[in-house]
């Protein structure tokens, strides 16, 4: 038997969350797809130890605490939340609804769809070498999620992008050594302010250099072979090795639909709708003019798509939900 949801959120980052939680307090049948294995999106992913100060009445909060609090919000109205998941066809059947299958071939059935996918589903480039795999999370990252762990190590950063100098700033009071290995002659990728706040301290830069080889045994890195433009080899002491080197972001299938898209953006109106009706944008993934690219855009745009949810499906509902002071959820519980 078919399980049909009112509306299905595809996308579990910030955006995605918070309208799980509204679309709740509009008493809607909610699901919310994922096509990681943990949600958060991006702030997950990338900055979960960042302080995130642009949130208002908040002044400060870091990135893997907002996501936890998102989600205890979102579980508020217990939607249906499917992670390891990612979606890429769907088909409008003939009454209106849509049918969504997902890459492992699961199908989920939904009046509505809100597209919280950010720039789509993201891969890092993973470094070029065959023994990278042996050193993966144990002392190989593509990402920073507990600062303290590199405490009194020695630290190779391989790459020269704002990620890269960023973390070697963070890093470098607490490491024994940060050094910092970059194929560009000068950091040309890299804001000033980066730049400068990683010259505080006394990290090694070797530009024009690359990562070529690891050795080490048991997962733990003991050295790091690197090579210069000259083609000449040095051995670096490292503990630790962190690999910035960018990311592959795509909306992958969800580009073969049919919705109107500008620079990896859909094209909403002032509904959230795209130009397939039933179907919304949200949060990153959507596009109209002045788009601001912060997570408190999603918390306005999830709301304004949800509403128009309801009022598709129920002509004669309020335009918007009752205020939280006033909504009954809240009030009965308190
Ligand atoms: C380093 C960095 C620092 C930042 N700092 C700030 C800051 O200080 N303040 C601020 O407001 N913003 C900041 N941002 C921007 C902020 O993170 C984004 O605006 C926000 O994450 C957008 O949320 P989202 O939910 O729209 O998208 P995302 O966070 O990108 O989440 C989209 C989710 O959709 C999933 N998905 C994609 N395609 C599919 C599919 N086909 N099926 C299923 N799931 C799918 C993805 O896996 C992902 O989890 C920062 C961004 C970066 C990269």
């Not at 890092?124 to 042996?134: G, R, S």
């Not at 303290?148 to 704002?162: C, D, E, M, P």
Request: charged share 20%; with cysteine.
């Amino acid at each position: 038997m078919i399980d049909l949801y009112d509306v299905t959120i595809i996308g579990g980052g910030p955006a995605g969350l918070y309208t799980a939680f509204y679309s709740g307090m509009r008493s809607l049948k909610t699901k919310l797809i994922e096509a990681r294995n943990d949600l958060g999106g991006v702030v997950t992913h990338f900055y979960p130890e960042k302080t995130i100060y642009d949130l208002g009445g908040i002044p400060g909060i870091k990135g893997e605490a907002l996501v936890s609090q998102l989600q205890t919000q979102a579980e508020t109205f217990q939607p249906r939340i499917v992670k390891n998941q990612t979606i890429a066809r769907m088909e409008k059947q003939t009454d209106g609804t849509f049918k969504l299958t997902s890459t492992n071939g699961d199908l989920h059935y939904t009046r509505r769809i809100i597209l919280a996918v950010g720039s789509g589903t993201f891969e890092v480039n993973k470094l070029q070498l065959e023994e990278a795999a042996d050193y993966e999370e144990t002392s190989l990252f593509y990402a920073v999620r507990h600062p303290q762990q590199f405490t009194g190590k020695n630290v190779v950063i391989s790459g020269g992008g704002n990620g890269a100098l960023d973390w070697a700033a963070e890093l470098a009071p607490i490491c024994k050594q940060v050094t910092v290995v970059y194929r560009g002659e000068k950091f040309t990728h890299a804001l000033e302010h980066n730049i400068e706040r990683m010259n505080q301290y006394a990290v090694q830069v070797n530009f024009a250099c690359e990562v070529t080889g690891l050795s080490g045994e048991n997962g733990q890195l003991r050295r790091i072979t690197v090579r210069d433009a000259a083609d000449q080899t040095q051995q670096i002491e490292a503990d630790a090795l962190i690999v910035n080197h960018g990311f592959q972001f795509g909306l992958g299938e969800l580009e073969q639909w049919g919705m109107a898209i500008e620079n990896n953006g859909i094209l909403v109106d002032q509904r959230m709708e795209t130009s397939i009706k039933g179907i919304f944008a949200i949060g990153n993934a959507a596009l109209y003019p002045q788009k601001l690219y912060l997570i408190a855009a999603g918390f306005v745009e999830g709301p304004t798509a949800v509403n128009s949810v309801k009022h598709d499906l129920d002509p004669d509902a309020p335009s918007q939900a009752m205020v939280s002071t006033h909504h009954h959820f809240f009030t009965e519980k308190a």
